[in-house]
Nanobody, 115 residues
Framework: QVQLVESGGGLVQAGGSLRLSCAAS????????MGWYRQAPGNQREMVAT???????NYGDSVKGRFTISRDITKNTVYLQMNSLKPDDTAVYYC?????????WGQGTQVTVSS
């Protein structure tokens, strides 16, 4: 079992920045990959960014060049730095961890970008 606790969401104006954090209850090196997903009202959940235990990163097309995923192995924490935020980035952001065949989710944190 992996517990994930997100923090860092909030309200920001368009063009602003936020940093999300996701603290895992297990060593993130033992986790195959971690990532951030988001879901806006009426939309399906979509991948924002992922990082493998080897450090390979992937980004959704809509956030490339604006968002950066990183990790601190000593703190078992993954971060999502979000810059140049747009109103379309408004959503609940969920942390995800994949360990073997099992996927774990955090409780979600709301990000609202005002125009």
């Amino acid at each position: 079992q992996v517990q994930l606790v997100e923090s860092g969401g909030g309200l920001v104006q368009a063009g602003g920045s936020l940093r999300l954090s996701c603290a895992a209850s297990k060593s993130i090196i033992s986790i195959n990959s971690m990532g951030w997903y988001r879901q806006a009202p009426g939309n399906q959940r979509e991948m924002v960014a992922t990082i493998s235990n080897g450090g390979d990163r992937n980004y959704g097309d809509s956030v490339k060049g604006r968002f950066t995923i990183s990790r601190d192995i000593t703190k078992n924490t993954v971060y999502l730095q979000m810059n140049s935020l747009k109103p379309d980035d408004t959503a609940v952001y969920y942390c995800n961890a994949k360990r073997g065949m099992t996927s774990y989710w955090g409780q979600g944190t709301q990000v609202t970008v005002s125009s």
